[in-house]
């Protein structure tokens, strides 16, 4: 049964430009540049090292950002390769209100997903399609698409206090807010050959032998007419569903000033709990005179059934940063991020077939160096690399989503334009590994599916302090 029908294995969700299963860092365009940011007191602390915001000068500051996300994504099987371009802006607003004793802030923007995806063809109808084509069925693609995207708003609450003039910490709670989407079609011709007929016939006569001669004419005629409208029309289904969950999570900081030159932070992001419900609508193929049923794309994913709530958590992060002024107009920061998500459900579901989904991952890491150099009283330049391990397997990759790892360069300019006023300009690449799926294994096909992605950010920001 595992076989049937590889056809249904094509929900593509969008997946985000970063460097986890769902989450991702981008918060602030300032992240591209330097994506070091967890030991940094400046203008983005709010989002990395909210315990440091406390340790601005007073006053109130407003952030607002704005990044254009472009690119592509590709899947490609035995010579056919399924390409969708990416574009997505995402925008972001932070405000604080510094005073003696720490600070109080809130941050509103995109905390994980990605943007919209458009393919024609998935690997899972080419496999399913030279699968099926051995038994004589002649399936081939008249136009499969399908379309996805997944994306999660967060507005985070808090306050940094300023315990003594090395320590501070923060607390702070958050909602998230998370839509996927699903909408395709499958459209497959048939254009069998004459063993495959022959072979249907026999069968029939097999199962009808023992009825009377008129139950078996009528029994002949009804297969005849089924076939030849399944070879006329071809096997049509779509889905057009919304999954919508709300969910809730706490943030805690702490900053310690080492020394004059070195700042150390930390950050704990808590899982946030998100119970998904399926809307819309569904037609599945009509598949019933080939295999007895019907099937369609949630036979294989049953959390995009309507009606259907799962459990797609956001994992806990826990983020170490540390910053280092090595001259006055020199600075360098490190970064790390550990995402668990063994202890976040994820679509943990078991599809009609018995296959289960939503458990092949790994708490995920990354790692990040940053630099900082002001050239004078106006200009900053900024420059990074991050390395990351998502901790998805290649048994998780799939036509629905697949999480690789990735090496990603970042590089920037700020502007002082006054005392009140900065503008920051970023720029960022991501270089996604090329990875293998887990054909060969599950469908005993020659070759595995391959994913690649490439895709690049840029953003600008501004920040006024009043």
């Known amino acids: ?130 699968k099926y084509n051995t038994m004589g069925l002649g399936l081939y693609d008249k136009g499969t698409k399908v379309e996805g995207s997944n994306r999660y708003e967060q507005l985070t609450l808090g306050r940094a206090f300023n315990i003594d003039d090395k320590l501070s910490v923060s607390v702070a709670g958050r909602v998230v807010h998370g839509t996927r989407k699903l909408k395709g079609t499958i459209d497959i011709g048939l254009n069998p050959n004459q063993s495959f007929v022959n072979a249907s016939k026999a069968k029939l006569q097999k199962q009808i032998s023992g009825l009377p001669a008129a139950q078996q004419q009528a029994a002949i005629q009804q297969y005849t007419a089924k076939m030849g409208a399944l070879l006329k029309n071809g096997l049509q289904g779509d889905i057009d569903v919304k999954r919508e969950a709300w969910g809730y999570g706490f943030q805690l900081g702490i900053d310690y000033k080492a020394t004059e030159k070195l700042n150390l932070a930390a950050r704990y992001d808590s899982r946030v709990k998100l119970n998904f419900k399926s809307k819309g609508s569904e037609n ?42 090595v001259t006055d107009k020199y600075t360098v920061s490190t970064a790390a991020n550990y995402y668990f998500n063994k202890d976040a459900k994820m679509d943990r579901v078991v599809d009609s077939f018995g296959n289960s989904h939503g458990r092949d991952y790994k708490n995920g890491w990354e790692i990040a160096l940053g630099n900082e150099y002001q050239l004078n009283d106006k200009f900053t330049l900024i420059g990074s690399i991050n390395y990351a391990k998502t901790g998805a397997k290649a048994s998780s990759y799939s036509d629905v989503e697949y999480a690789i790892d990735s090496t990603t360069l970042g590089a920037g300019v700020r ?35 391959k994913y690649k992605k490439s895709i690049t950010a840029v953003g600008i920001s501004l920040t006024k302090k009043f």
């Not at 595992?2 to 365009?29: E, R, V």
């Not at 919209?116 to 998935?122: A, C, E, H, R, W």
């Not at 099937?295 to 956001?314: C, E, V």
């Open 1 to 130: 049964m595992k076989n049937k029908f590889l056809i249904l294995s094509l929900a593509i969700s969008a997946s985000a430009f970063g460097a986890s299963i769902d989450h991702i860092q981008t918060y602030s365009p300032d992240y591209l540049a330097n994506q070091a940011q967890n030991g940094m007191i400046n203008n983005v602390s709010a989002y990395y090292n909210p315990a440091g915001v406390g340790r601005l000068e007073e006053g109130k500051y407003v952030h607002a950002g704005l990044q254009y996300a472009f690119g592509n994504e590709t899947m490609s099987y035995a010579g056919k390769t399924h390409k969708a371009n990416l574009r997505q802006a995402i925008p972001n607003m932070a405000l604080y209100s510094v005073d003696d004793k720490g600070a109080y802030f809130a941050t509103f923007g995109g905390i994980a997903g990605g943007g919209d995806l458009k393919y024609n063809g998935v690997p899972g109808l080419n496999v399913a399609m030279d």
């Open 284 to 325: 599945q193929l009509n598949t019933s005179s080939i295999i007895g049923t019907n099937i369609g794309f949630t036979s294989f994913y049953n959390q995009y059934m309507p009606g259907t709530k799962t459990r797609r958590d956001l994992p806990a992060i826990l983020a170490l940063g540390a910053s280092y002024k």
């Open 415 to 449: 502007y002082k334009y006054d005392e009140t006023l900065d503008i920051a300009g970023s720029v960022a690449h991501f270089i996604y590994n090329t990875s293998e799926g887990t054909f060969k294994a599950k469908h005993g096909v020659s070759e595995n599916q």
